[in-house]
């Protein structure tokens, strides 16, 4: 009963990928191609979104669900390590048409070929926790 929350959160989540027409590997493919301005407004969208939310929560000093406090940790100023994970996830992307979120919607679309890019996205996830300790965080 707990995990109704995220659940109905998936849900909602869902049909706003869906009518914002954000897991369409046409409309991926066209932002990387330059050819659409549809998919850099959603992202701009999500990227502002994201930055009130974290204002907001360091701000009024927000608890998580648990009560325990989110904390920000400062970085270190490494940008290499961001330019490869993000050349890496944008090739990921730009090949597959879809990251995490729209993978999901595709199949539930009846995009079936997606579950391959579901599978090895998978595969990824559980490399990554296993290698985690060996990289250079």
């Known amino acids: 009963m707990k995990l109704i929350k995220f659940l ?7 049909i706003v990928m869906a009518k914002s027409e954000a897991f369409s590997w046409y409309r ?19 990227v502002t979104l994201g930055l009130i939310g974290v204002a907001l929560i360091k701000k009024f000093k927000l608890r998580d669900m648990s009560g325990n406090p989110i904390l920000f940790f400062p970085k270190e100023k490494s940008v290499w390590r961001y330019l490869l994970g993000g050349t890496i996830f944008g090739l990921g992307w730009a090949l ?19 579950i391959i890019v579901f599978f ?14 060996k990289l250079p965080h």
Request: net charge neutral; hydrophobic share 45%; charged share 5%.
């Open 28 to 46: 991926i493919q066209e932002m990387f191609r330059f050819q659409s301005f549809h998919m850099y407004v959603i992202i701009g969208t999500a």
């Open 96 to 114: 597959s048409g879809a990251c995490p979120g729209p993978m999901v919607v595709n199949i539930g679309y009846g995009y079936y070929a997606m």
């Open 8 to 14: 109905f959160t998936g849900i909602i989540f869902g």
């Open 120 to 133: 090895f996205a998978i595969v990824g996830t559980y490399l990554y926790g296993a290698i985690k300790d």
